[in-house]
């Protein structure tokens, strides 16, 4: 009776179990898997037909990645046209959706069937120390054509000071943008676009102020003016670590201390920083509140219906406004003391369980070129090679003021901004940096609230952040 | 060597064969469920529990790290386990019994004699079947502090109005009143059972006088209690795993205030890369709703009412 | 007397209109939004009507993504799906209703037991066993689940079912020597059609919605199903919201409409009257 069924479950939970250790045991050997660089194809020979090398072997790679239909498209282009110019390599790329890219890199990976080249998350890191992934500097040793100064100083992903992970494929930077039909009828001066004349953030409120107005049309200022029937707003400025980091650097903090032991925003400047712009909704209310900004949606949309007439924000909303029928224009940032900001991106890694890590190399250089993703660096992203920035041929190609996705005064406070008071982004600088900003992030929550200072709120989480705080990997 | 005497044995040997052949045939019938479960449930769930003792990160080799994922949880050094299941007992506490209740309700009224009932239906299910951008987007308009419809009739009626899900106190509640919307399936269920129930039965109360009041009392709700019983297990179950809401709306805002239990794991497992750790949590939500259905399973005897449990 | 029931009936509507409108407001939200121009979805207050109104959302959002193909391939995940689930959930519950054996609680409660660990944990454990067969890439291991007793809470919602049949019609009919299948396939099977169209109606929703499954199951886009391809026009740095709102209604249609026809079968089809007689 029970003893019967005791056999019989304890036939089944060793079945179990011993699928369980199957499982667990390192399982890196497994052949007879589908998927990846599959089995070297022994009809080669006919179809090697192209004059190249024939001892070439047939050579089919996986890649994953994610996007929007248009990176999806570029994406595919860009495959065909590596395949064109490589002729026995096959490229399958598949497209997954981001949200739940991880849930369905891991079952790849847990399954044996790990791509060669994927676009990653910041998870790369510990993939790295896992040793999952190749380091770029060994791959970069093999290969004479690149080098590490080649691309930008801090475009980098390592999980050790000297292992990489990979550059940037693709960079985005905080921009200012700003709808100038709006300025024109305030009779406001447009935004400069170099560095050396960035708004000092009073002049920055000063202009917020001049482009608020409530319901009965009156400014901030004014007498009667009602913070609660805003019309429109001076600027919306993002409330994420893009957002308020350049201000935090410009005012001589920084994510961590100097040395890297400690957690640096709690400290005097980097929250005086975060406070001004949580001024900014709360003091001087020319910015909505994370309510109100609920209501008012992406930087394009927010602009084009002239709700708010500056957005400080990430450059890929270059590309939607290219899309719209607005006026409008990009400045620098404003600043406290001195102007800093940096770059931040995604990176492609190549897995080492791949057949191919030759063909995969080269097929994540080809991408990481601007050359053959041209259109998604006109509008989406920037370039992550110096060379990009410093040659007038190849700034023409991405970045000239003729491109919808580029308004006027793009190079300058854009490209050149940027490019010239580079420093690291936190998110591929800061060990643990997933996890710290999960905690920043609820604390800031009551500071944009209105209901703590930035002080407060920081200081309160910093022993939460304590064990968190490791040190950096770029600088 | 048996103490029963040979004449009992006797007697016993067609009853037990016959309770052999009872749990034959109910294997037998049973067998496509507990194939399936040892097939496809089992394994995973063991593996997983094994793996709440590791440092699994999801890619790497797992070692044992005994109870470390575990006592990290309970002693407070993971800032986010105490915090995370108050916030979820809280909103399973105000949502589950208010969704019975308004999805028992509508189906009473979709179950009557109205004209266009089929459209009417439908049109009571779609928000469960809508994709959730839509939903959310609604709801952030209907509660949007400053333009939405839901403050502008509470300052119409001079009462306080609300922060919504934008304040920490009244996220969950928010949240609570939006989950009634999205429980089409609870109706769905509760309209089935409700036809199930024998007209004849409501003939004989109306025979004997009686109200409405009393068809409900005594017949409707009696009739309809495997159903309730259904719906609260499912409920709470489901709402102990409640997720989308916090990882489309509120991304566990503000403050935490609305950090789902099942929104802390995802986080563990795929921004963390902390599959161990994971697990763990996984397994004491795990250990919690098995304890509330068991307790509520225990107590069913008293209030569910089976037709067809004549001789239990 | 019919004053009142007049009256009454006029408040039925009245909160049936209501609560109509009010649930309706997401369809209409998402009708709006696919045939709008990307910059005007998220305009607060909302913009109703399109202006101006753009049909060729969808044309564009079914051609940017094979929609045709993944249309194909749901339909035959859905309907293997709903056949298992039908056919082994009823007889599975049927069991654990009314059948006596022993470890049947147990059974049960393990059953059910499976509900209760987030998905999160069990999914790349599963996902590496079926790896190990051989299986994945293929629509297998999200049909074949459905073919062994359809999951804990179908089996769970029948059982609630069938324990709520009286038994006199089963032991009418067992005293006339039926055996239990004959019992299963004439007497319980027919008083429960509600909860089987139910069941199904689930299944079906569950089976066309489901984009997790195929998200980890599926290794090349030619087998993407319709769920999975609504969330490939999402992207890390730009989303295109308009073409995403078309194809998410084109994808909804099919289960309204699903959902119109079956609700109408279990809910207006069975009455118990004369069956007991």
């Given amino acids: 009776m029970i003893r019967k069924h005791l056999r019989t479950w304890s036939l089944l939970t060793a079945l179990s179990l011993s699928l369980v250790s199957v499982v667990t045991a390192c399982g890196g050997n497994e052949n007879g898997n589908s998927g990846s660089s599959a089995s070297p194809n022994s009809n080669s020979p006919s179809a090697n037909a192209s004059g190249v090398s024939d001892s070439k072997e047939n050579v089919k790679l996986k890649f994953t990645y994610w996007g929007s239909p248009q990176e999806k498209k570029a994406m595919e282009d860009a495959i065909k046209a590596f395949e064109k110019q490589n002729p026995n390599v096959k490229i399958e790329g598949l497209h997954i959706p981001g949200d739940d890219f991880l849930q369905k890199l891991n079952a790849m990976i847990a399954g044996n069937e790990a791509p060669d080249v994927s676009y990653s998350a910041s998870w790369k890191l510990k993939m790295g120390e896992e040793g999952l992934i190749y380091d770029f500097n060994d791959l970069m040793k093999e290969d004479p054509t690149i080098k590490k100064e080649d691309y930008l100083t801090y475009a980098w992903w390592n999980w050790a000071a000297d292992k990489s992970a990979g550059p940037f494929q693709a960079s985005v930077t905080p921009t200012l943008m700003y709808n100038v039909d709006m300025f024109k009828e305030a009779g406001v001066e447009l935004p400069p676009t170099k560095a050396e004349e960035a708004w000092t953030w009073d002049e920055f409120v000063a202009v917020a102020k001049q482009l608020t107005l409530d319901r009965n049309g009156k400014h901030p200022d004014d007498p009667g003016f009602d913070p609660k029937n805003i019309k429109q707003y001076g600027v919306k400025y993002s409330l994420g670590w893009n957002g308020y980091m350049p201000l935090v650097l410009s005012n001589g903090g920084d994510y961590l201390s100097a040395d890297g032991k400690e957690f640096g925003l709690s400290k005097p400047e980097a929250a005086e920083a975060i406070q001004k712009i949580a001024d900014l909704i709360n003091v001087d209310h020319v910015a909505p509140s994370p309510v109100q900004a609920s209501s008012i949606p992406a930087p394009a949309t927010a602009l084009q219906s002239k709700k708010v007439a500056m957005v400080v924000d990430g450059s890929w909303n270059h590309l939607d406004l290219s899309k719209t029928k607005l006026n409008w224009g990009v400045g620098v940032l404003p600043i406290l003391k001195d102007y800093k900001t940096f770059f931040h991106g995604g990176s492609l890694v190549i897995f080492k369980s791949t057949k191919h890590p030759k063909e995969a190399w080269e097929f994540s250089k080809f991408l990481t070129d601007p050359n053959n993703v041209l259109e998604l660096h006109q509008g989406l992203w920037m370039p992550q090679m110096k060379k990009w920035y410093e040659d007038p041929a190849l700034i023409d190609k991405w970045a000239s003021e003729d491109l919808p996705g580029r308004p006027a005064g793009f190079q300058d406070a854009v490209m050149k901004s940027t490019y010239e008071h580079e420093v690291p982004a936190p998110e591929n600088n800061v060990k643990n940096f997933v996890e710290i900003d999960a905690a920043v992030g609820p604390a800031l929550d009551q500071v944009w609230l209105g209901k703590k200072t930035a002080e407060q709120a920081l200081k309160e989480i910093e022993s939460k952040v304590k064990p968190l705080v490791q040190g950096t990997y770029l600088k | 060597m048996s103490v029963i005497s040979t004449e009992t044995q006797r007697n016993i040997g067609p009853k037990r064969r016959k309770a052999f052949k009872n749990d034959l045939n109910g294997i037998l019938f049973a067998s496509p469920a507990i194939i399936g479960f040892l097939l496809f449930t089992l394994g995973p769930m063991i593996y997983s529990f094994y793996v709440s003792f590791t440092d699994f990160s999801g890619t790497n080799v797992p070692s044992f790290i005994g109870l470390d994922n575990y006592e990290r949880m309970f002693s407070g050094k993971d800032q986010y386990f105490y915090k995370s299941l108050g916030v979820t007992i809280y909103f399973v506490v105000l949502s589950v019994p208010t969704a019975i209740i308004y999805s028992f309700l509508i189906a009473l009224l979709l179950n009557r004699d109205v004209r266009g009932k089929a459209v009417f239906r439908t049109i009571f299910y779609l928000p469960s079947i809508v994709p959730i951008i839509a939903i959310s987007f609604i709801w952030l308009w209907l509660l949007n502090p400053d333009l939405g419809l839901a403050n502008e009739m509470l300052q119409s009626l001079g009462l306080p109005t609300s922060q919504w899900i934008f304040g920490e106190k009244s996220v969950i509640p928010s949240l609570a009143m939006m989950n009634l919307w999205t429980t089409g399936g609870t109706m769905i269920i509760f309209l089935a059972g409700l036809q199930d129930i024998p007209r004849q039965l409501y003939e004989a109360i109306e025979m004997d006088g009686g109200s409405r009041l009393a068809k409900l009392r005594h017949i409707t709700v009696p009739m309809m209690t495997p159903t309730i019983f259904f719906n609260l297990i499912m409920g709470i179950i489901n709402g102990f795993q409640i997720f989308s809401q916090a990882y489309v709306m509120t991304n566990g805002g503000p403050n935490n205030a609305s950090l789902f239990y099942v929104f802390y794991l995802y986080r563990e497992a795929f921004q963390f890369s902390r599959m161990g750790s994971a697990s763990a949590i996984a397994w004491v939500l795990f250990a919690i709703i098995m304890a509330l259905t068991i307790i509520i399973f225990k107590t069913s005897r008293k209030w569910v009412y089976y037709e067809g449990e004549g001789t239990r | ?277």
Avoid at chain 3, 152 to 165: C, D, G, K, T
């Fill in chain 3, 1 to 277: 007397m019919t004053r009142r029931k007049w009256t009454e009936q006029t408040l039925v509507y009245l909160v049936l209109v209501a609560g109509s409108a009010f649930s309706l407001l997401p369809l209409v939200w998402l009708l709006r939004s696919a045939l709008m121009d990307m910059g005007q979805i998220f305009e607060m207050p909302p913009v109703w009507i399109p202006n101006p109104i753009r049909f060729s959302n969808f044309s564009e959002a079914l051609t940017t993504l094979p929609f045709g193909r993944y249309f194909v391939n749901t339909i035959i995940i859905v309907a293997l799906t709903i056949a298992g689930v039908v056919i082994t959930c009823s007889v599975s519950a049927y069991s654990f209703a009314r059948m006596k054996w022993r470890g049947r609680d147990l059974m049960f409660g393990l059953l059910l037991s499976s509900m209760m660990l987030p998905y999160a944990v069990t999914l790349i454990p599963s996902f590496v066993g079926w790896s190990k067969i051989g299986l994945t890439n293929s629509i297998v291991p999200l049909v074949a689940p459905a073919w062994f007793g359809g999951g804990a809470f179908n089996i769970f919602l029948m059982r609630q079912f069938f324990m709520s049949i009286p038994r006199d019609l089963d032991e009418a009919a067992y005293v006339d020597g039926a055996s239990h299948w004959r019992i299963f396939i004439s007497v319980i099977v027919p008083l429960t059609k509600p909860a089987l169209i139910v069941v199904g109606l689930f299944t079906f929703l569950g089976s066309w919605n489901d984009f997790l499954g195929p998200l980890v199951y599926l290794n090349s886009e030619s087998k993407y199903t319709l769920a999975l391809g609504l969330q490939q026009f999402k992207g890390m740095y730009a989303a295109e919201w308009h073409l995403m709102m078309a194809a998410a209604t084109v994808v909804l249609a099919p289960a309204i409409i699903v959902f119109f026809i079956g609700q109408k079968y279990f809910v207006e089809g069975i009455t118990l009257t004369g069956i007991k007689g």
